[in-house]
């Protein structure tokens, strides 16, 4: 299997993850997760337009790129501190495996 089709396979359960919350989720969950969501869609196409110029390990740099983004954003003091800690929880959520 192909590095493109693991990163695409894995970043679909992860977005399945979160689309999770829509209908199963409270008010506050589907919020942490539409605001992940978010920052997810965008670190996935910066990681895309990578695999096209061969990048090895796109899951890994998937991680980094969100988990850059995320604390730039918490820097910016877009969320609570709360809300952070909920985002943080399911950003690790989404990567444990």
Avoid: R
Avoid at 76 to 82: D, G, M, P, W
């Amino acid at each position: 299997m192909s590095q493109d089709s693991i990163f695409i396979e894995k970043t679909d359960k992860m977005q399945a993850h979160l689309d999770s919350f829509i209908a199963d989720g409270s008010d506050q969950e589907l919020f942490i997760a539409s605001y992940l969501h978010g920052h997810f869609d965008v670190a996935v196409a910066n990681v895309e337009k990578l695999i096209e110029q061969g990048q090895d390990n796109p899951i890994l740099t998937l991680q980094a790129t969100l988990d850059a983004q995320l604390q730039k954003a918490f820097d910016n003091k877009e969320l609570s501190s709360v809300d952070a800690e909920q985002v943080t929880g399911l950003f690790n959520s989404l990567f444990k495996s």
